[in-house]
């Protein structure tokens, strides 16, 4: 296998997918930011449990949202810092952007009940599809540091218990619901990916 080399992989919110993203403004109709809901002038305070490269945290972060990232391996978020680091540096939008994120490293199963959080956000690394799928090289650098997140049914129950408003669970489009929790309240489909929507809330009339 071929072996990582920490400078293959960068976090970067100014340049590449996330700069254009972010220049362009797509906002609120994007999916994510469906899924996770934003209703008015409230920002809603997210805990982004698996924050690998931060692109949705940062997403959501532009957006208004205040994000709490936690990401458990050493690597990403030494690579994580340095992204934010790297944004905050830049100044302007992306400075008020990164001043809504803050980054724990740490387990989000164990981390989660201390921060009783409203909206939680999962993102695991999703089962392989077949084996001639192509398979972005980034994701595989992540995963050869990260591994295949087999504990992502237990950070599931853990959020679903835990949340005061929803869970969001990102998703392969095709793939089968994640199996041992329950189907989701509701579903926003993108174009490769889906957000499985757990409300957790009786009164949810304040989110979208
Ligand atoms: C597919 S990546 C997430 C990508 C991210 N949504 C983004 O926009 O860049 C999954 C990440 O979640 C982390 N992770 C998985 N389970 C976790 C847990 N229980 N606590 C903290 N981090 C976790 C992994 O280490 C990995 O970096």
Known sequence: MQKFEKSDLVVDFVGGAVGHRFRSNEGRKQGLAKAVGFSGNTAPEVVDATAGLGRDAFLLASLGANVTLIERSETMHALLAEGLKRAEAEGGRHAETVARMTLLHGDSCALIP???PQIILIDPMHPPRDKTALVKKEMRLIREI????????????????????????????????MPGIRKPSHQIIGKSTRYDV???????????
Do not use: C, H, I, Y
């Not at 992502?152 to 408003?165: H, I, R, T």
């Open 114 to 116: 201390q921060l009783k």
């Open 146 to 177: 990260v591994g295949d997140d087999p504990d992502s049914l237990q950070l599931m129950q853990v959020a679903l218990e835990n949340a005061q408003k929803r869970v969001v669970l990102k998703w392969p489009l095709r793939a089968d619901p």
């Open 198 to 208: 757990f409300v957790t809330a009786k009164a949810t009339g304040d989110l979208a």
